[in-house]
């Protein structure tokens, strides 16, 4: 079997186990809805007053995209690592063709598929329930697919150090919370002490690049954050494999 093939047979079989949890599948899609529904709709922004959620519409675009990007890897394939571990799974795929950075790429290219779609209903719906003004740009596909590819990185690095599925979940959302809210998403760095080094969250760089790209419209900084965004996708990848465990 080609090494293409390879990674088609996971990436199938991944997103036939993720459709089969239906638990997982609403809230992958209806999560970040309940979001804007709370923070655009019923909070609602009003720019230049001072505080949180003050700014216009469109800033929390970023933070709305990045719930999804951010969970839903993190916590998937942290999961699916411990279950495979728990399944003594890997022990049996030490035995097939199939190499350990095929698998999390498998994985990876399921979740951005499936974060491609939810991104994009967020997008619609934004636009939908609040005022915010959106510029198109295509720079925001390999924002998403870069940010999913990340954070499955991320989450195969929990997976492999945390003792349970249990574990996982609690590190994933220990990790998650944090960084969802301090990397320029929703909360503006004025509201935040100067000596917190927010450049340190690789969240960071996709919230301020797709809010170049789509709020401020500023090409150059949206580039240059995607192309550190790239650099650490690639890091926490090759890291993300390599600590995937050969046996059980």
Excluded at 74 to 84: M, Q, W
Excluded at 141 to 155: N, T
Excluded at 167 to 177: D, K, Q, R
Aim: with cysteine; proline share 6%.
């Amino acid at each position: 079997m080609s090494r293409l093939r390879r990674v088609r047979s996971e990436a199938v079989a991944a997103g036939k186990s993720f459709l089969r949890r239906r638990t997982a599948v609403f809230f992958t899609f209806f999560f970040p809805a309940i979001i804007i529904l709370i923070f655009g709709a019923l909070v609602q922004t009003a720019g230049g007053s001072g505080g949180l959620f003050t700014e216009p519409a469109g800033y929390y675009v970023p933070g709305y995209l990045a719930v999804v990007v951010l969970f839903t890897p993190l916590s998937r394939v942290g999961s699916e690592v411990a279950r495979h571990r728990d399944g003594n799974r890997f022990e049996k795929l030490a035995t097939t063709p199939l190499r350990r950075w095929e698998w999390l790429l498998g994985q990876t290219l399921v979740n951005v598929a499936v974060i491609g779609l939810a991104a994009a209903g967020i997008l619609v719906l934004v636009t939908l329930v609040t005022d915010a003004a959106i510029r198109p740009s295509v720079l925001l596909v390999p924002f998403v697919a870069l940010g999913v590819a990340l954070f499955c990185g991320f989450g195969a690095i929990l997976g492999r150090v945390a003792d349970s599925q249990d574990g996982v979940v609690a590190a994933s959302n220990g990790v998650a919370l944090p960084l969802l809210f301090l990397s320029e998403t929703f909360v503006p760095p004025s509201l935040l002490p100067d000596w917190l080094p927010l450049g340190v969250s690789p969240l960071t760089y996709f919230s301020r690049g797709v809010r170049a790209a789509t709020y401020t419209g500023d090409a150059r900084a949206a580039v240059v954050n995607l192309s550190v965004l790239a650099v650490l996708a690639v890091g926490f990848f090759v890291v993300g494999a390599f600590l995937l465990p050969r046996t059980d």
